[in-house]
């Protein structure tokens, strides 16, 4: 409750110093494009579908650990490749290290002990953001883990003084585009859970495009000199949530990540269970 009511009291004091409209209403503003009187109306409540969040590259369906509990419902479904050019570029050390990493995903991918993912991975988990939209300043509130993020656009060519699981993001508009420059983020979040790593050198620019009333054009290209052989790109659609009442609710996974965290050490636990490997 405290981290929902920080994000409402954090985006109500936006809409407050900079005259931004509210969203994630049923009676939400359509997104307009953009007029010589100002940018697009990105306000709203949105979500990425699909299997990004697993696997950025895609591929067939797969059993996954929560299958001995779940069956079925655990499986990890198939997904589409959102990669341009179909293949991450890593460098041959990079990518002996990824192997590694999906070797036993489940027991280091950091979103699995809720560690803040990140971006841009904190945009296509499967739960929805709220954008809350003004003059200088974006505020994206994220219903994964109570996470949120500011993007300065008074801040030109600015730097954090320390990296942030967030990063620093620094936003300008090109048109009717959103376009966010994501630095100073820590080396420890991955971009999916197939073992997508990078380093503190990472640095990400988004790009949202509005592309009619309820669907927004989302692009990121990484760059990382340390774990990839050039820049690549991903690009998928958000989806404005129209139901009534949409908003964001609370997903504090902190509890959920415990027993796969700490399992092992709880008195009677099994030491000789298999992990879990070459699931992708």
Known sequence: MKAKLLACTVASLLVA???CGQGGQSSAPAVQPSTPAGPPDLNGVWQALGSAHWNLEGGHAIKG???AVLGALGGIPAGHNYVEGGEIPYTDD???KRAEYRAEWNQWDPAVKCHIPGIPRQTYLPLPFHIVQGDNKVFIGYE???NSRIIHLDRPGTRAELPSWMG???GRWEGNTLVVEVTDQMPDTWLDATGTHHSEALKVTERYTPMGDNHIDYEATIEDPNVFTRPWTIKMP???RVEDNARVLEYKCVPFGEDAVYGHLRRGANRNEPTVKNLF
């Open 17 to 19: 110093l900079t005259g």
């Open 65 to 67: 650990p929560a299958t």
């Open 94 to 96: 990079a990518a002996g």
């Open 144 to 146: 994964w883990g109570s």
């Open 168 to 170: 620093y993001s620094v």
């Open 238 to 240: 958000l989806y404005r």
